[in-house]
């Protein structure tokens, strides 16, 4: 089992930046691949940011050139660094970890952080 805690979600203006940090309870280096989802009113969940242990990384078009994610391996935990925030980009966002094992991947979720992006 694995266990993600997300924090660092907010109220931040338009422009502004916000440092989203999820903690892992196991060692991230054994996690295939790490990313950010976000689920806004009324919309399906999705992709924000992923990032493969192999060292790939995929960018919804919307977060590219303004967020960012990376990996502490010290701390077990996955960032997601948000600049030039949009009122679109409010939403509930989501840590998730994908488990390659012998008998199938497997997905696991945080419960997740809001950010609204308002004036």
């Known amino acids: 089992q694995v266990q993600l805690v997300e924090s660092g979600g907010g109220l931040v203006q338009p422009g502004g930046s916000l440092r989203l940090s999820c903690a892992s309870s196991?060692?991230?280096?054994?996690?295939?691949?790490l990313g950010w989802y976000r689920q806004g009113p009324g919309n399906v969940r999705r992709p924000v940011e992923t990032?493969?242990?192999?060292?790939?990384?995929d960018y919804a078009k919307s977060a590219e050139g303004r967020f960012t994610i990376t990996r502490d391996n010290a701390k077990n935990t996955v960032n997601l660094q948000m600049n030039g925030l949009k009122p679109e980009d409010t939403a509930v966002y989501f840590c998730?970890?994908?488990?390659?094992?012998?008998?199938?991947?497997?997905?696991?979720w945080g419960h997740g952080t809001q950010v609204t992006v308002s004036s």
């Open positions: 990032n493969r242990n192999t060292g790939g990384t």
């Open positions: 196991v060692d991230i280096k054994s996690i295939s691949q």
């Open positions: 998730n970890a994908e488990i390659n094992y012998t008998a199938g991947n497997k997905n696991y």
